[in-house]
């Protein structure tokens, strides 16, 4: 998996350097004078990676000239990526749209409309529909206030570089996307894995730590509730009559079947 993203979303190999630095390198570390088992584990990991990253170099070359051009500079009709510049007060809110936006929601059927993603930024700011924030999207991600709190003091170095390095990673790739590209709600994906593993890996710290007494069975409540609205918002992005992209206008007729279940 590490490998094959490089073709189509390559600063997403960030995580891959995260998950080989804090749960591979520690382990190597400790066993570093068994020189043969390391050089296999280091292997297996490097191995498909250098292999399809010298066939993404060598392909970018031969179609684009350059072997770190992925063709986004050639996007050139709505969006063109060459001189879109740098400033820090766009990723500001491409961030608070990528993670706090909330949804449209309202009383009818399809129920979701888009968020309208206005700023007075004073120059080129792409933005495009969205469904509300990855806190809204994915709600287990408010576990992550656990480490903002600085409850995660009493942990392990590895776990704590685990959880901060994805973490770090997400922004990282989130403001890339945001300068690089804009605010798209199909890029909220790239920084979402970071934050959505993270999260999970929380949760499951705060379940061993209270297991066996009333709190641990609150956060799993908790972690239940959390996916049930998380599958709620997904199914409502799906149904949703908002943009041109959207179940009305490719399959009407499922569109318009979804809503006899709801009229009353």
């Known amino acids: 998996m590490v490998a094959a993203?490089?073709?189509?979303?390559?600063?997403?190999?960030?995580?891959?350097?995260?998950?080989?630095?804090?749960?591979?390198?520690?382990d190597?570390?400790?066993?570093?004078?068994?020189?043969?088992?390391?050089?296999?584990?280091?292997?297996?990991?490097?191995?498909?990676?250098?292999?399809?990253?010298?066939?993404?170099?060598?392909?970018?070359?031969?179609?684009?000239g350059s072997g770190l051009s992925?063709?986004?500079?050639?996007?050139?009709?709505?969006?063109?990526?060459?001189?879109?510049g740098f400033n820090f007060s766009r990723?500001?809110?491409?961030?608070?749209?990528?993670?706090?936006?909330?949804?449209?929601?309202?009383?009818?059927?399809?129920?979701?409309?888009?968020?309208?993603?206005?700023?007075?930024?004073?120059?080129?700011h792409i933005c495009e529909f969205s469904?509300?924030?990855?806190l809204?999207?994915?709600?287990?991600?408010i576990s992550l206030l656990y480490v903002a709190l600085g409850g995660?003091?009493?942990?392990?170095?590895?776990?704590?570089?685990?959880?901060?390095g994805l973490c770090a990673v997400s922004f990282i790739v989130a403001a890339f996307d945001i300068t690089a590209a804009g605010i798209l709600q199909r890029y909220m994906c790239d920084m979402a894995f970071g934050f959505a593993l993270a999260a999970v890996f929380v949760i499951m710290l705060l379940v061993d730590k209270y297991s066996g007494s009333e709190l641990s069975v609150w956060i799993v409540k908790g972690s239940y509730l959390c996916v049930c609205v998380g599958l709620i918002?997904?199914?409502?992005?799906?149904?949703?009559?908002?943009?041109?992209?959207?179940?009305?206008n490719y399959n009407p007729k499922l569109f318009y079947q979804i809503a006899e279940y709801f009229k009353f």
């Open 5 to 26: 993203v490089m073709g189509c979303r390559p600063q997403m190999i960030l995580y891959g350097i995260v998950l080989f630095a804090v749960l591979l390198l520690p």
């Open 28 to 64: 190597i570390w400790k066993n570093r004078k068994n020189w043969k088992q390391n050089g296999k584990e280091i292997l297996a990991f490097c191995v498909p990676v250098l292999i399809v990253g010298v066939a993404v170099f060598w392909y970018n070359y031969a179609r684009f």
């Open 70 to 84: 992925f063709g986004a500079s050639y996007s050139l009709t709505s969006n063109d990526m060459n001189n879109r």
């Open 91 to 124: 990723i500001l809110y491409g961030l608070y749209a990528f993670i706090f936006q909330p949804p449209v929601i309202n009383a009818e059927y399809p129920f979701l409309q888009s968020a309208e993603l206005e700023c007075s930024y004073m120059g080129k």
């Open 131 to 134: 469904y509300g924030g990855m």
């Open 136 to 141: 809204w999207v994915y709600p287990l991600v």
């Open 152 to 164: 995660w003091k009493k942990h392990t170095k590895q776990q704590k570089g685990f959880i901060g």
């Open 233 to 248: 918002i997904s199914f409502l992005t799906v149904i949703t009559s908002a943009d041109s992209i959207c179940l009305q």
